[in-house]
């Protein structure tokens, strides 16, 4: 069967602000040019979007709402609209683009929201003894601590560099007693890289959790071992409210390894997907301006059958962890996976 391409994303925010002059003159709407957008959007939203069911989202109405203030919009005041319209779906892998040709995501989950500054890099760096190693690409840290415990963080999987460098991490720290893998913070990406992880900790096959398209399960490969060899240590794998997308993918295939503790606190319930099979199954749609939207179409559910998308992935332990934390140099989420591997 072929492999497929699955990818998993969340783009930074540009915030849009406006400023108004009384004496400034609003030139008339184009005819019928943000009534199209409007339509084709909202058309394309009801075709594919995968949760208006857990949401309980009834778009009919809010056609009903969004026609009038769209017939009512004037010059750049459809993006404004088009933001709106686009924050009911409640959806943080949906984007538009700005008038500048930016990318803009008009909703955040809100454990992305509580967790954006209870983790950082300088802290962790705090409870090593020398300096983290850093790959080729820089996108992955790795070190030991003096207590012989291993420790990667990958910052993101949107490129596909830990094909090529997660084997010689895992090499380095192959004679460790344990390991912490963190994702806290990772924006997510191409689950090719999830698999690429995860292969190094199996011995035999292992099943991927439930995948749609369209509302039709997706048959994949099963996940298998690879590498020179396989680590059996305890591992602990550390998440919270920002391990967004493919970063909550991860965690909830650990889950599933018997020597796998994950803890933290929950990630931020962002299961949307995109492949790029075909246009049906792309997130990616052009509108008849030529603005561009970026829709899901498919979802990927937990083992349990619950869905990832606003439930996230709860840690087996939970250590809640505060920006106040940090401020005092404290990382109290790292230091528990310290002490439990020691």
């Not at 594919?48 to 709402?65: A, Q």
Request: with cysteine; hydrophobic share 35%; proline share 5%.
């Amino acid at each position: 069967m072929k492999k497929l391409k699955f990818i998993f994303y969340i783009i930074s925010v540009i915030l849009i602000y406006s400023c108004e002059d009384e004496n400034t003159y609003v030139k008339p709407a184009v005819s019928n040019q943000d009534m199209e957008d409007f339509t084709s959007v909202w058309n394309r939203a009801n075709e594919v979007y995968p949760f208006f069911e857990l949401k309980r989202i009834d778009w009919d109405s809010i056609y009903i709402v969004y026609h009038p203030r769209v017939e009512a919009a004037r010059d750049d005041e459809f993006y404004f609209v088009l933001h709106d319209l686009l924050t009911e779906l409640k959806d943080g892998h949906i984007m538009y683009t700005s008038e500048g040709g930016g990318l803009v995501v008009p909703y955040i989950p809100h454990r992305s929201i509580k967790d954006k500054n209870v983790y950082s890099p300088f802290v962790v760096s705090k409870y090593f003894e020398s300096e983290l190693l850093l790959t080729e690409s820089e996108t992955t840290e790795y070190g030991i601590t003096p207590d012989n415990i291993g420790y990667i963080y990958l910052s993101n999987f949107l490129e596909k560099y830990l094909l090529k460098e997660f084997s010689g991490v895992i090499e380095y720290l192959k004679n460790t007693k344990g390991l912490i893998i963190d994702l806290r913070n990772n924006p997510g990406g191409d689950i090719v890289n999830v698999e690429a992880v995860v292969s190094r900790f199996i011995t035999e096959p292992l099943e991927w959790p439930k995948i749609y398209f369209l509302g039709v399960r997706r048959e994949m490969n099963p996940i298998l071992p690879q590498g020179s060899f396989t680590y059996t240590n305890s591992v602990i794998v550390l998440i919270n409210g920002v391990s967004f997308s493919a970063a909550e993918v991860a965690p909830e295939i650990f889950k599933q390894l018997s020597n796998v503790t994950i803890v933290g606190d929950t990630t931020a319930g962002a299961a949307g997907s995109s492949s790029d099979r075909s246009q049906e199954t792309n997130s990616k749609y052009r509108l008849p301006s030529g603005k561009i939207v970026y829709i899901p179409t498919g979802h990927i559910k937990r083992y349990d059958g619950q869905h990832i998308e606003w439930n996230g992935v709860p840690p087996d332990i939970r250590v809640e962890q505060t920006e106040n934390d940090i401020i005092k140099g404290i990382d109290k989420q790292l230091e528990f996976a310290i002490n439990m591997l020691k």
